[in-house]
């Protein structure tokens, strides 16, 4: 693995801007889930992952899984800006000439599951954790969940599965803002307290601030010493760094509706247009 | 004909496969006595995974471990598999991960468990979805070869199996060959197609109609998908009209699949018999055959029909 001197911050910063340059250009897509997780996977990628650009096929390498596949934009501009594929290819993001579906897919390069219909990505990262193990490779899965995703019963089932088989190699990382579609999460299904809810299923939780660099890396290696599944709650904003997008539900899955505002989102993310 | 149990071939080729293929898991959700994974797990405790009664984090899980380049097998009863189309969609298929679905229990031979357990609509959603293969052995000798096939796929495949033992019709050498069809019985005045069980009770059928003077012709259409679709022409065009025999609906399975392919290709008249648009019923497997109107009796009836309207059309 190269070792990397980057600053986090200008990182995020730079695929925040790209997810709104995207969803505006695409006329559609979710920015508000993305920007909430443009953090977390800044210092997964940028910092803590064992991953190669040139090699991404190395079967020893850490796996990580966008289960809330609709904050596919975070994903593909990390993956450009980490040198994957062309950032220039994000401009064809859910246009038909493009490789860049809506939703996560595996046709994309440093892709590893495709995902887009909630639930699904804990239970492969199960499969993947478990591979890890049986071909005594050891590496780590990284599992991106959404808050509202925590209704479907396959990622409960999966923790289950989880705490069987004491997959200390498997992280998942709730990316908690607080927001789904249809509104706030604890009116259209409350988790009564989730933290002692996943902890009574038998996983190592931690809880951070989603936005924190440090705590976010730190929890990361806390769960590095665990001897049991590690389950990150990292509260976060929804729209984080775009004032009219924060912990507003309509920026769920719309884009920008004027010039104006996208103009006045990408001036708060630092790129005068 | 002697009889022998499918689920039970499969629960030991599985041993035999995994003794010197190393990347062969298993998995499969609290039935692995009836499916006969139960075989594997005592073999091989640290490649058999039990997921409790979890169908969705069964499936997912196979994905990951089909992605990571082991070959998982995955066992359950045909109705409980069904409960996952959307994690068998997303994560098996549009993955293209190759997970070996092997589900025991379809159709109606599930017999006294009654409607809730038997499925009959399982292959035409299996064989709807992009990437899949799907495959209904005729007998024991069929899916030990089918087994030995999985080892060596890369792409997701969907096997069923039945909970009764099925007459053996193979001969020990048989060898299964994806995409293609057996014809098991050659015959020029017309044709019977059908999978599963419904291969033994054809041939049944076609040896009682030779008495009557009638030649019949009968394919195994094990192969559900790929299809083989120049057998079904040739039986076209050699002997005009074609009689299905399933056990599932007829609405999306084999005789769907049949009278799709002459239509586009070389219209015959194509008489199906299967289950029609309704659940089953509690009952001893081989009653329900007759219940339902798909036993020998029905698809002799529905060849008398067949050779009745050739003659009909025969005249000048």
């Given at each position: 693995?190269?070792?990397?001197?980057?600053?986090?911050?200008?990182?995020?910063?730079?695929?925040?801007r790209?997810i709104?340059?995207?969803?505006?250009n695409?006329?559609?897509g979710?920015?508000?889930?993305?920007?909430?997780?443009?953090?977390i996977?800044?210092v997964?990628?940028?910092?803590?992952?064992?991953i190669?650009?040139?090699?991404?096929?190395?079967?020893?390498r850490?796996?990580?899984?966008?289960s809330?596949?609709?904050?596919s934009?975070?994903?593909?501009?990390?993956?450009?800006?980490?040198?994957f594929?062309?950032?220039?290819?994000?401009a064809?993001?859910?246009?038909?000439?493009?490789?860049?579906?809506?939703?996560?897919?595996?046709?994309?390069?440093?892709?590893?599951?495709s995902t887009?219909s909630?639930?699904?990505?804990l239970?492969?990262?199960?499969?993947?954790a478990l591979?890890?193990?049986?071909n005594?490779?050891?590496?780590h899965?990284?599992?991106?969940?959404?808050?509202?995703?925590?209704?479907?019963?396959?990622?409960?089932e999966s923790?289950?599965?989880?705490?069987?088989?004491?997959?200390?190699?498997?992280?998942?990382?709730?990316?908690r803002?607080g927001?789904?579609?249809?509104?706030?999460?604890r009116?259209?299904?409350?988790l009564?307290?989730?933290?002692?809810?996943v902890?009574?299923?038998?996983?190592?939780v931690?809880?951070?601030?989603?936005?924190?660099?440090s705590?976010?890396?730190?929890?990361?290696?806390?769960s590095?010493?665990?001897?049991r599944?590690t389950?990150?709650?990292?509260?976060?904003?929804?729209?984080?760094?775009v004032?009219?997008m924060?912990?507003?539900?309509?920026?769920?899955?719309?884009?920008?509706?004027?010039?104006?505002?996208?103009?006045r989102?990408?001036?708060?993310?630092?790129e005068?247009? | 004909?002697?009889s022998?149990?499918l689920?039970?071939?499969?629960?030991?080729?599985?041993?035999?496969?995994?003794?010197?293929?190393?990347?062969?898991?298993?998995?499969?959700?609290?039935l692995?006595?009836?499916?006969?994974?139960g075989?594997?797990?005592?073999?091989?405790?640290?490649r058999?995974?039990n997921?409790?009664?979890s169908?969705?984090?069964?499936?997912?899980?196979?994905?990951?471990?089909?992605?990571?380049?082991?070959?998982?097998?995955v066992s359950?009863?045909?109705?409980?598999?069904?409960?996952?189309?959307e994690q068998i969609?997303?994560?098996?298929?549009?993955?293209n991960?190759?997970?070996?679905?092997?589900?025991?229990?379809?159709?109606i031979t599930?017999?006294e468990d009654?409607?809730?357990?038997?499925?009959?609509?399982?292959?035409g959603?299996m064989a709807?979805?992009?990437?899949m293969?799907?495959?209904?052995?005729?007998?024991?000798?069929?899916?030990?070869?089918v087994?030995?096939y999985?080892a060596?796929?890369?792409k997701?495949?969907?096997v069923?199996?039945?909970?009764?033992?099925?007459?053996v019709?193979?001969?020990?050498?048989?060898?299964?060959?994806?995409g293609?069809s057996?014809?098991?019985?050659?015959?020029?005045?017309?044709?019977i197609?059908?999978?599963?069980?419904m291969v033994?009770?054809?041939?049944?059928?076609?040896?009682?109609?030779?008495?009557?003077?009638?030649?019949?012709?009968v394919?195994?259409?094990?192969?559900?998908?790929?299809?083989?679709?120049?057998?079904?022409?040739?039986?076209a065009?050699?002997?005009?009209?074609?009689?299905?025999?399933?056990?599932?609906?007829?609405?999306?399975g084999?005789g769907?699949?049949v009278?799709?392919?002459?239509?586009?290709?070389y219209?015959v008249?194509?008489?199906?018999?299967?289950?029609?648009d309704?659940?089953?019923k509690?009952?001893?497997?081989?009653?329900?055959?007759?219940?339902?109107?798909?036993?020998?009796?029905?698809?002799?009836?529905?060849?008398?029909?067949?050779?009745e309207?050739?003659?009909?059309?025969?005249?000048?």
């Open positions: 693995m190269e070792t990397y001197q980057v600053d986090l911050s200008e990182i995020a910063l730079r695929i925040r790209e709104v340059r995207m969803v505006y695409a006329q559609s979710h920015p508000g889930g993305s920007l909430s997780v443009a953090d996977l800044t997964l990628y940028f910092k803590e992952m064992n190669d650009p040139k090699n991404p096929n190395d079967p020893k850490d796996r990580l899984i966008l809330k596949g609709h904050a934009p975070a994903l593909y501009a990390t993956l450009a800006l980490r040198g594929f062309p950032v220039s290819d994000l064809g993001f859910r246009k038909i000439d493009s490789h860049l579906e809506g939703h996560v897919s595996r046709e994309i390069p440093g892709v590893e599951v887009g909630l639930g699904q990505g239970g492969v990262g199960v499969g993947m591979a890890s193990r049986l005594g490779f050891n590496y899965v990284y599992v991106i969940l959404g808050d509202g995703e925590m209704e479907e019963g396959n990622v409960w923790l289950m599965a989880g705490y069987k088989y004491k997959l200390n190699n498997l992280v998942a990382i709730l990316d803002n927001i789904q579609l249809d509104g706030y999460t009116d259209i299904m409350p009564h307290d989730i933290h002692a809810m902890e009574s299923f038998g996983w190592n931690i809880e951070i601030d989603g936005h924190s660099f705590e976010i890396e730190d929890a990361i290696e806390k590095k010493r665990s001897e599944p389950f990150i709650i990292a509260n976060t904003v929804k729209g984080k760094g004032d009219f924060e912990n507003n539900p309509k920026y769920h899955g719309s884009p920008p509706e004027s010039e104006d505002l996208y103009r989102a990408m001036r708060q993310l630092g005068e247009i | 004909m002697k022998e149990s689920r039970d071939v499969y629960g030991k080729e599985l041993v035999k496969l995994g003794s010197f293929d190393r990347d062969i898991v298993v998995l499969d959700a609290d692995s006595s009836s499916t006969k994974t075989y594997f797990a005592n073999a091989f405790p640290d058999f995974f997921m409790g009664i169908e969705q984090s069964m499936v997912t899980t196979a994905a990951g471990l089909a992605l990571s380049g082991k070959k998982p097998f359950t009863f045909a109705i409980f598999l069904t409960r996952t189309y969609r997303q994560s098996v298929c549009y993955n991960a190759p997970v070996r679905f092997v589900v025991t229990h379809g159709g599930v017999g009654g409607a809730t357990h038997q499925i009959v609509e399982d292959v959603i709807g979805l992009p990437n293969n799907v495959i209904v052995p005729a007998d024991s000798v069929e899916t030990r070869s087994v030995d999985l060596g796929v890369d997701p495949h969907y069923r199996l039945s909970r009764e033992k099925f007459p019709i193979n001969d020990e050498d048989y060898e299964f060959k994806i293609k057996k014809t098991i019985r050659d015959g020029a005045d017309l044709t197609i059908a999978d599963g069980v033994s009770k054809s041939l049944e059928a076609a040896e009682s109609l030779k008495k009557n003077g009638v030649d019949a012709r394919i195994n259409m094990s192969s559900i998908k790929p299809t083989d679709r120049d057998a079904i022409i040739k039986a065009k050699e002997t005009g009209h074609i009689v299905t025999a399933e056990e599932h609906s007829i609405y999306n084999l769907s699949r009278a799709e392919i002459t239509s586009e290709s219209p008249p194509v008489r199906r018999i299967g289950m029609r309704t659940f089953g509690s009952g001893k497997a081989w009653e329900l055959f007759s219940y339902f109107h798909m036993d020998v009796k029905d698809i002799i009836n529905e060849a008398m029909t067949c050779l309207e050739k003659n009909y059309e025969n005249i000048p």
